[in-house]
């Protein structure tokens, strides 16, 4: 298999994994909507995010900020998001160094595209929104391109959507989120506790470490980072933040190198005889040095794999099945009776539906099309203007990262801010859907038809 091959491959199976948590994705925050409308059942699904969640010892407890017990929405949305995270800056980090982020000419027009879809989203809200110094704390909110979600879209046309346009959508967004991580990371932080800063920078330094003395223990940089989520937490800066810098600090290389553990797994296949055709059905009852080269085969291969891939194929299951459809089940939930048609045509709500819908596109598309007609860079492979426009359109699909940064916005504001948080997440919800069913429109008039079609 070629090295095009080999990574075509690799972006096909990221799409396939998306696609199906996309699914799991849409499932649980309509169930959301449905449990914070339903009479029945809306005051117990208010509730539950306000349960009290401790994991103590003694008197420490590692869910408690500022000497309070945390409930269960904020366990969602600082912890286990602390988590995505994680995962996002492991795929950062491998996109940076063997992926479509790995040279100036794979990474050039996904960068240029996500800068303009994130900068004129910021115009548009602030634009359309009114000067109101809370309600513009949301500026950053119609920033984010949700992969799951938008990958999900390009699902329902399968071949038809060149593989160019799938990498281009996929490196976009997660560039999209390195912006979003560098927006909390600068913008959502507040009363600086310089103790626990040191302490967080001490835990970094002390990762970092690991790294030059090639550790490469998993457990050794998870452990690490559980105690930084705890410090950052403490210190003011947002928990989770926390999980990029782990993810930074996870090695993407091998102790001894790929030719080490390669030769060693061909000495020791070496050393098992060679069966004749007619008895390769036969069972063979291993001795105890054939068992011993077996597991010496198994620990090899398994550290031909860096602990940065080995740890980000681990949280996959994690992160699309149970942390962002928990995320969604938490936050997706609005209560529509509290509010009238006329939150989509003004304030926060339009700011942030237009900011999706409209500035995405725009500024994706245009500071592309400028890039292209420039000669910097040139459009995907396969790709025409108009199918390459409509995937512009599909990265107004902004769920995940919108909905957490509406909540770092406007939560703890009060009244006020619990009204301006509804209006950004029926934004968010409701630009997400204009996109999506805008794109699937656009991409079925602009892809190349099937055979038969």
């Known amino acids: 298999m070629s090295h095009t091959q080999t990574k075509n491959y690799s972006f096909l199976s990221k799409f396939k994994r998306h696609v199906n948590s996309s699914m799991v994705l849409i499932f649980f925050t309509l169930l959301a909507l449905i449990c914070a409308n339903i009479p029945v059942v809306k005051d117990w699904y208010a509730a539950l995010w306000l349960n009290p969640v401790s994991v103590s010892i003694g008197e420490f407890n590692l869910f408690s900020h500022a000497g309070h017990t945390m409930n269960l929405g904020q366990v969602i949305n600082d912890f286990l998001m602390a988590i995505f995270f994680l995962s996002v800056g492991l795929e950062i980090k491998r996109e940076i160094r063997v992926g479509e982020l790995s040279s100036r000419e794979k990474a050039l027009l996904p960068i240029i595209g996500a800068c303009g879809g994130m900068l004129v989203p910021v115009l548009i809200f602030w634009l359309f929104c009114p000067a109101d110094s809370a309600m513009q704390r949301g500026l950053a909110i119609p920033m984010a391109t949700d992969?799951?979600?938008?990958?999900?879209?390009?699902?329902?046309?399968?071949?038809?959507?060149?593989?160019?346009?799938?990498?281009?959508?996929?490196a976009l967004a997660v560039a999209d989120d390195l912006g979003g991580i560098i927006v909390i990371a600068l913008f959502y932080s507040s009363d600086i506790n310089m103790l626990y800063l040191g302490l967080s920078a001490l835990c970094v330094l002390v990762m970092v470490l690991g790294n030059l003395f090639k550790v490469r223990s998993k457990a050794y940089y998870v452990t690490l980072g559980l105690v930084l989520w705890y410090m950052m937490l403490q210190s003011g800066i947002h928990a989770t933040i926390s999980g990029v810098i782990v993810a930074l600090c996870v090695p993407a290389t091998l102790k001894k190198g790929t030719g080490h553990y390669l030769e060693?797994?061909?000495?020791?296949?070496?050393k098992f005889p060679v069966i004749d055709v007619d008895d390769r059905h036969n069972t063979i009852v291993l001795t105890n040095e054939q068992i011993h080269t077996l597991k010496s085969i198994e620990s090899a291969a398994d550290k031909m794999i860096s602990p940065l891939q080995d740890l980000e194929d681990n949280l996959h299951f994690l992160i699309n099945f149970i942390v962002i459809p928990l995320f969604a089940f938490a936050n997706a939930g609005i209560d529509l009776s509290q509010m009238s048609i006329g939150s989509l045509f003004s304030g926060v709500g339009l700011s942030v539906m237009l900011g999706l819908v409209i500035g995405k596109f725009v500024g994706v598309f245009s500071f592309s099309w400028l890039a292209v007609r420039l000669k910097i860079?040139?459009?995907p492979a396969g790709a025409t203007w108009k199918s390459f426009a409509s995937v512009c359109v599909v990265c107004g699909i902004g769920f995940t990262v919108s909905m957490f940064?509406?909540?770092l916005s406007y939560a703890g504001l009060g009244t006020a801010g619990a009204s301006l948080l509804a209006q950004a997440k029926l934004g968010v919800l409701t630009g997400s859907v204009i996109s999506a069913l805008l794109g699937c429109f656009l991409l079925n008039s602009t892809l190349p038809k099937q055979d038969g079609n």
């Open 147 to 170: 992969i799951a979600f938008s990958l999900g879209v390009l699902s329902v046309f399968k071949t038809r959507v060149p593989v160019g346009l799938k990498v281009f959508l996929a």
């Open 264 to 270: 060693r797994i061909r000495k020791n296949v070496n």
């Open 377 to 379: 860079v040139a459009l």
């Open 405 to 407: 940064i509406a909540d």
